[in-house]
Structure formats: structure tokens, C-alpha cells
């Protein structure tokens, strides 16, 4: 059962747009929704988070925007630029402990391979 | 600071055989978690210790174990290796694998199974 859908599968961007990324989870538990930057031969790195308590978070050109009745966030990348050409994956998780072990796991979904043309 | 050290790089076996991946975290990090990442399937969750326990385990066969030391160090070891195991196996590392905090991920070990 994949836990978190992600769509675009890749997308094409002209310099100085918009990319949008959009995710849906169906596990009303999870309560910390990541997403990663993945360039080829690395490991992901966190980008940005949010928790479900707020509607949106922005740092810098990347915002994260949340719906929690629709169990759907998304990631807005602005003024995208060639070096942000990678694979996006959003993910979620929950905060809570379960007595006697964590509940430390990412889900992940599949993955967006972005492409920002100069 | 040294970031999350996996090795090796590459590896290449045959069906049948076992293989035995190492992870070393960000120095101070006592939570190890590992991924397996492929094209279809993404990434996905293995296990994740924290002081030498397991606390979390994916859905995956019991060919796949792995331990983590005093020092944080972990291995992750597949057994019996089938062609599907083909994929990137990803270590991260974080303070005390805790829901918000940040995952450091290493560059990963790629895996083909011939």
C-alpha cells in the first residue's frame, strides 16, 4: 500500500518559473511532512518541512503548502533556477513514540524528477 | 564535520551470495536508519537502531538484518542475495532519531546482482 502518492513523475521548467510538486498521504497519523533534494550520485537532503499545525511554510525560493482535510501538500519551488534541476521526494512520519520502540520511519514518495531549462 | 560514510561505493555479486554494507554517522549521531532505493519502488524504509537496538524494522524478508555497534557504526547484511535486490542502500544518521529531526543522509552503497 503506497502510503504517499507524488505527481508529477518529472517535470520541465524554463528558467525563472514555477515548479509544483504535489503529494498526497492517506494516514491521518503522520504529522511531519519533509521534502528531500536528491542530486545524482548523493544521498537526499532535507530541503524544507512542515508540520500539519500550519497551512504553509516558505524558506528562501522554496514554500511548502498544507491541506489537511485533503490530506495533500505540495512544494513550490519560485523563480527556479538550472541548479535545482534533481529528484524531489516528499515524505511524512509521525512524532509520537510508541512505548518500547520509535515511530522514527520515513515514508517516502516516488519521487519528481525536476528539469529547469536555462 | 564529516558527514555520513558509506562503503563501499559499488558492489557487484552474484545471486546467492551475502553482502555486508557499512555505515558510519555524523560524529555525536546515535540513530542509523537504512533505505533502499530503486526506480520502481522509490525509497523505502529498512530499519533504524539507536544504541545498538533495533526500534524500527519495513516490510522487507529476513534476509535483510543489521546491528549497530557502541561507536554508532552500523551494518546492514543481505543474505541470499535475489536479483531485486539490486538498488541503492542509503544510511542516515541523526542525534537521537527523534520525528522532526533532521535525517543526514550518506551518498550510498550501489548494489548490482547479477
Known amino acids: 500500500q503506497q502510503q504517499v502518492k507524488q505527481s508529477p513523475q518529472s517535470l520541465i521548467v524554463q528558467k525563472g518559473g514555477i515548479s509544483i510538486i504535489n503529494c498526497a498521504y492517506e494516514?491521518?497519523?503522520?504529522?511531519?511532512f519533509p521534502w528531500y533534494q536528491q542530486f545524482p550520485g548523493k544521498g537526499p537532503a532535507l530541503l524544507i518541512a512542515?508540520?500539519?499545525?500550519?497551512s504553509e511554510k516558505k524558506e528562501g525560493r522554496f514554500t511548502i503548502s498544507f491541506n489537511k482535510s485533503a490530506k495533500q501538500f505540495s512544494l513550490h519551488i519560485m523563480d527556479s533556477q538550472p541548479g535545482d534541476s534533481a529528484t524531489y521526494f516528499c515524505?511524512?512520519?509521525?512524532?509520537?513514540?510508541?512505548?518500547?520502540?520509535?515511530?522514527?520511519?520515513?515514508?517516502f514518495g516516488k519521487g519528481t524528477l525536476l528539469t529547469v531549462n536555462p | 564535520k564529516a558527514g555520513v560514510t558509506q562503503t563501499p561505493r559499488y558492489l557487484i555479486k552474484t545471486r546467492g551470495q551475502q553482502v555486508t554494507l557499512s555505515c558510519s554517522p555524523i560524529?555525536?549521531?546515535?540513530?542509523v536508519s537504512w533505505y533502499q532505493q530503486t526506480p520502481g519502488q522509490g525509497l523505502q524504509f529498512l530499519f533504524e537502531?539507536?544504541?545498538?537496538?533495533?526500534?524500527n524494522k519495513g516490510n522487507f524478508p529476513g534476509r535483510f538484518s543489521g546491528r549497530q555497534f557502541s561507536n554508532s557504526r552500523s551494518e546492514m547484511n543481505v543474505s541470499t542475495l535475489e536479483l531485486g535486490d539490486s538498488a541503492l542502500y542509503l544510511c542516515?544518521?541523526?542525534?537521537?532519531?527523534?520525528?522532526?529531526?533532521?535525517?543526514?543522509f550518506g551518498s550510498g552503497t550501489q548494489l548490482s546482482v547479477l
Open positions: 542516515a544518521s541523526s542525534l537521537r532519531g527523534e520525528g522532526n529531526e533532521k535525517l543526514f
Open positions: 494516514n491521518t497519523a503522520f504529522d511531519y
Open positions: 512542515i508540520r500539519p499545525d500550519v
Open positions: 515524505a511524512a512520519s509521525m512524532l509520537k513514540w510508541n512505548s518500547g520502540g520509535s515511530n522514527y520511519k520515513l515514508t
Open positions: 560524529s555525536g549521531h546515535r540513530s
Open positions: 537502531y539507536f544504541s545498538e537496538t533495533q526500534r
